[in-house]
């Protein structure tokens, strides 16, 4: 078993050719075409357990891999593999692998599930002591009848310090749009066998109880940035869900950040949370005329519909820009060796179990939000401030849930989530209510205020007797956190 470490860079058609014309890749290159075919059980066991397996045929060889899904941090994949020749189109499988002890006799229901068909540009660097292999990929994957194509360059570190492989990815990043990929070949295919979606909600963030601190944070980031990632790509089809997912991804994103701050001391910490709330505000300009969109009258919807068009226009433009790529570059960099894991001040609380940790975290901000009294007293910026004291809570009960999984637990979880779910819900609708006339301004359409009224008087003291109740249930509710 050996481990590899990669980084992916999702391209256009036109990228991966400006990459090819350009001289930035000295040395020779090399091209081969490979046809490899996946196999799993029916019901997709090895896919569940986090595993791949593949035949690859190049040049008359085949070559059988298997792949763990292993750690990420962001976009950087960490993987256990096992490869080995073989001498046909079959999964010659053996106890030198995690598979006989996984599937036992359903070993023999696995069969082929989709096949992936590219032709690869390859490039050997050499960087000082660093060693990297860059791999263009440039084709399609098949599943039954449907397909999707890919291009992308993979940059494998061989040998030597992973900083140089976010240089070489700042300098492709330099001569083509490279976005971040945060999904394998074999990702793409699975998700191909499944219903077609049109937002990613968040994954579930699997903690094991032994992480420290530094581990839980890299494995949070690397969730939300996925979830970034993966709705970005639905947006451009003014998506309202996709764009709402993505927004959500960052806010985590952002939480995150701001949990784990005991941790992260260095000098990029502010820069890399500035870039994430410049973004997370992009996106907010696209969703707030999606929401005076849901709350106007007849009369306004021509109006809303161009100031709709624009900003979608715009946020694509942004999205697309060099400065949101090379923010989730750096981010991934800085999650996975950054100068805040060699910090000597802060050893003790990243090598902190993160059992701990999220306990105290979860305290907290539970205390905080219970300082906050009664929201009727409160005015529109103050209950804005409880609502965000309740989503960084929410956001931290739903990253740290794994580490409290007894029976008892998952039930006070549960009950915990909804209340805050329900005050999160009232407190964003009286936010909304309150933002309108301010978000007519920016789309120039502020002589129209007066004509929206989503709430009368009794309607919004309504909705504060409603959060009022969610937030009493909320402090009511038994801690699931020890």
């Known amino acids: 078993m050996t481990k590899e470490t990669e980084l992916k860079l999702v391209l256009t058609s036109e990228g991966a050719r400006a990459v ?17 075919v996946y196999f799993d059980t029916p019901d997709h066991l090895l896919s569940d357990a986090g595993l791949s397996l593949r035949i690859r045929r190049s040049d008359g060889a085949c070559i059988q891999t298997i792949k763990g899904d292993g750690d990420s941090s962001a976009g950087l994949f960490v993987r256990s593999e096992w490869e080995q020749s073989i001498d046909s189109d079959r999964p010659i499988i053996d106890d030198t692998t995690p598979i006989p002890a996984l599937l036992g006799d359903k070993i023999r229901n696995i069969g082929p599930i989709f096949e992936v068909n590219v032709h690869r540009t390859i490039w050997e660097i050499h960087d000082n002591d660093t060693r990297l292999e860059v791999a263009l990929d440039r084709g399609e994957v098949i599943a039954g009848d449907r397909s999707e194509p890919i291009c992308e360059i993979e940059l494998e570190l061989k040998a030597g310090k992973s900083s140089v492989l976010f240089a070489w990815a700042r300098r492709i990043n330099a001569i083509a749009a490279a976005h971040l990929g945060v999904l394998s070949k074999a990702q793409r295919g699975y998700r191909l066998r499944g219903a077609m979606v049109r937002s990613f909600k968040a994954e579930p963030i699997l903690l094991a109880k032994d992480d420290t601190a530094e581990v839980a944070f890299q494995k949070i980031v690397g969730a939300n940035v996925r979830q970034f990632r993966l709705n970005e790509t639905l947006i451009e089809e003014q998506n309202p869900e996709a764009l709402h997912q993505a927004r959500v991804g960052l806010r985590r994103l952002g939480s995150a950040l701001k949990i784990f ?34 709350m106007a009258p007849a009369n306004l919807l021509d109006q809303l519909e161009t100031a709709r068009a624009i900003a979608y226009s715009n946020v694509a433009e942004t999205l697309g820009s060099i400065r949101t790529r090379r923010l989730l570059i750096n981010l991934t960099e800085w999650v996975a060796d950054g100068p805040w894991l060699s910090q000597i001040e802060t050893v003790g609380n990243r090598k902190q179990a993160s059992e701990v940790f999220a306990g105290d975290v979860l305290r907290h901000l539970r ?15 103050q209950r804005h401030e409880v609502r965000k004291t309740a989503k960084k809570l929410r956001f931290a009960s739903e990253f740290f849930a794994s580490l409290f999984d007894g029976k008892d637990a998952r039930r006070r979880h549960k009950r915990f989530l909804d209340a805050l779910e329900r005050l999160q819900n009232k407190l964003g609708a009286l936010n909304d209510f309150a933002m309108m006339p301010s978000v007519l301004e920016q789309i120039g359409l502020g002589d129209y205020v007066q004509s929206l009224t989503p709430f009368s008087t009794s309607e919004k003291a309504q909705f504060l007797i409603a959060a009022t109740d969610a937030y009493d249930d909320l402090l009511d509710a038994r801690r699931f956190w020890k």
Do not use: H, M
Not at 277 to 285: C, P, Q, S
Not at 367 to 381: R, T, V, Y
């Open 20 to 36: 090819e014309a350009s001289s930035l890749f000295p040395g020779k290159l090399t091209r081969i075409e490979t046809q490899s």
């Open 261 to 294: 701050k005991p941790i992260l001391v260095d000098d990029e910490y502010q820069k890399i949370r500035e870039e994430i709330r410049w973004l997370v505000r992009e996106l907010g300009k696209v969703r707030n005329v999606d929401v005076v969109a849901n």
């Open 367 to 381: 205390k905080k939000l219970k300082k906050s009294g009664n929201l009727s007293a409160c005015d529109d910026e």
